[in-house]
């Protein structure tokens, strides 16, 4: 069973611009989240979706926003970036319920500049 | 508000000496509790898994935590660390209600030879 790809894994955009990350979860998983880790902050919530529904969103403003197509396959787009979205952005899939293990990918690494 | 705190930024063990990291949690309910491994680069594994019954859980790698309520506690240990043990590591609670996970600052574990 392949596990969940993230794309791509490395990125660098320059301040002001925008960029889309995407992840493909688990066959089989509806629920895909979003985590934005980095140094100062570590790991931090950013949205869970399921069946296309956005179920929870972190504290996060605006300019990060996310979406699920029907194949559980999910997009996040940071508008107007800024330094201080550089960070590690990690997806996980799993089950609907929380007492099961989220898989994580292995992150996109997105460096603004 | 939930939090989690791993009150150790870095430990340094030897190898082939046991190895306790420490982790405490604020819920208000039974929380579902992991520790996940990260290797720099990489993505998060899950180690292991409470949720509920025997308060002590085995996981992957010789690892195992004991969850004690009377202290919100969820400490991993292992008898013997090996070198390939060296990594970041953190705990996290589930939030069923609101599908995420809520995580430590992370404990990095450094092997001496």
Redesign the interface.
């Known amino acids: 069973k392949a596990g969940v790809t993230q794309t791509p894994r490395y990125l660098i955009k320059t301040r002001g611009q925008q960029v889309t990350l995407s992840c493909s979860p688990i066959s089989g998983h509806r629920s895909v989240s979003w985590y934005q880790q980095t140094p100062g902050q570590g790991l931090q919530f950013l949205f869970e979706y399921f069946s296309e529904t956005q179920r929870n969103k972190g504290n996060f403003p605006g300019r990060f926003s996310g979406r699920q197509f029907s194949n559980s396959r999910s997009e996040m787009n940071v508008s107007t970036l800024e330094l201080g979205d550089s960070a590690l952005y990690l997806c996980a899939s799993g089950d609907n319920t929380m007492n099961t293990e989220a898989f994580f990918g292995q992150g996109t690494r997105l460096t603004v500049v | 508000a939930q939090s989690v705190t791993q009150p150790d930024i870095h430990i340094t063990v030897s190898e082939g000496a046991s190895l306790e990291l420490r982790c405490n949690y604020s819920y208000g309910a039974t929380p ?1 509790l ?1 520790w ?1 491994v990260q290797s720099p ?6 180690l292991l ?1 409470y ?1 509920s019954g025997d308060t002590l859980v085995q996981g992957i790698k010789g690892f195992e935590a004991e969850f004690k309520r009377s202290q919100s506690s969820f400490n991993l240990r292992k008898p013997s660390v090996h070198w390939s043990d060296a990594a970041e590591y ?1 705990c ?1 609670v ?3 209600s ?9 404990t990095k574990l450094i092997i001496k030879p």
């Open positions: 579902y992991f996940y680069g990489q993505g998060l594994q899950l898994k949720f953190f996290a589930g939030t069923p609101n599908y995420q996970l809520i995580w430590g600052a992370g």
